[in-house]
């Protein structure tokens, strides 16, 4: 693999960061497999508005663990090192995790920086969603209209299909009302194709009044 290129950093996404969407101007996407590591949906905190503040309203995203054999779709991303601040307080309770030289497998065969990280949430947050931490249905929309954009339907299956907690945590649909800051708009046809893969995973619902 080629080293980084002055002022420059490539890290993994695994949820929302592969969103183009959610990602400053100038980066780079490289769509591929990560191995070693288990997306779940076990990192609780409290979320913030659209205005990036703190709304003291509880919300779980995704996080990673280690796990020998698995592998997940995502992205390598290369962006430049002025945007490395942004990016942390954005993962304001994730740690930087160096990845294993080799682990990410591009799907286009692209040589890649040997120095790579992802963001894995910290200990203190990780824990299982639950009724005072729910997933927000804007925050799948975002995830999976991520994976969509790369692989289409075969990349939301598999992003279903490799994440552990769907039944186990709850989700809330605020997706008419957006709860969270980086919110797409989704077509009416693709709406309806993440309604039928969480169904097909069971996913419970939440009413936001018993969230809020």
Known sequence: MTDLVKDQICYF??????????????T????????????????????????????????????????????????????????LPALDQRE????????????????CGRQMPSDTFLYQVQQQFAHWGCEEHPILQSYIDCVMA????????????????TTDGWGRVPIVNDRADPYYPRAITL?????????????????????RSNWV
């Open 13 to 26: 996404g695994y949820g929302s960061l592969v969103n183009e969407e959610t990602l400053p101007a100038g």
């Open 28 to 83: 780079k996407v490289v769509a591929g497999e990560l191995s070693g590591w288990k997306r779940e949906w076990r990192g609780c905190s409290k979320g913030k508005d659209g205005s990036g503040r703190m709304s003291g309203l509880g919300v779980c995203a995704l996080g990673v663990r280690r796990e020998e054999g698995s592998v997940i779709h995502g992205a390598m991303v290369l962006d430049s090192k002025v945007n």
């Open 146 to 161: 991520g994976f969509h954009r790369l692989w289409g339907q075969e990349g939301m299956e598999h992003f279903v299909e």
């Open 187 to 207: 077509s009416n046809g693709l709406a309806a194709e993440i309604d039928d893969l969480l169904k097909s995973v069971n996913a419970q619902y939440l009413k």
């Open 92 to 107: 304001w309770h994730y740690d930087r995790k160096s990845l294993d030289e080799g682990s990410f497998t591009p799907h």
